[in-house]
């Protein structure tokens, strides 16, 4: 609002509120679909449309976290958090070891893209999903007043968070890329594998 104008302010955070309201239940419908249908993948006998109970026990440790208060919950969220990017981290390094003679900083270029996605065209495609990506950093700033300096920590929060995840999608993205192939992890999307 101070940087733009008040009415682009007033507008945005309307729109954030709207968008909001939106984030929770397509999140957990996206838990009920995903969970049911890696199920049905690992074992057939899964039903693959038993996707409900997945988005109501997500709802429901949702609800529980809130229960037991701010500080519960950001501590239940911590947890998971560095439990989900250690698991990553582990993950991403085994790729990269494994990968051995593979390793090649090639897949920092553009030569590898998928066809038709060479060059600028490819990196502008790709920030639609880094973009993306990036949501959430911003999660600090409402527990700003949880903290002893305010002003000061939220912005180291934001700030790290942006260059941490940063710093975490390239590793891992790297990882993927040498040790499946740059040229084969070019085609993935478009093979219809990732969805």
Known sequence: AQGLHPAVGFLVGWGYVFVEALVPPLLLLQLGFTTAATLHQEW???PDDLWWPWSLAGAAIIAVAGYFGVRASARFGTVL??????????????????????????????????????????????????????????????????????????????????????LFYVLTTYAMSVYFGPDRLGGFGASGAAS
Not at 134 to 140: L, M, P, S, T, V
């Open 81 to 166: 958090g560095v439990f989900e990017v250690l698991v990553f981290l582990v993950f991403a390094i085994w790729l990269i070891a494994k990968a051995g003679g593979d390793n090649t900083l090639s897949v920092f270029g553009t030569s590898h893209t998928a066809e038709g996605y060479e060059g600028v065209s490819g990196v502008f495609a790709g920030s639609v999903y880094t973009v993306l990506a990036f949501a959430g950093f911003e999660a600090a700033a409402p527990l700003a007043e949880e903290t002893k300096d305010p002003r000061r920590t939220m912005h180291r929060a934001v700030l790290g968070a942006t260059l941490g995840i940063g």
């Open 44 to 46: 057939s006998s899964y």
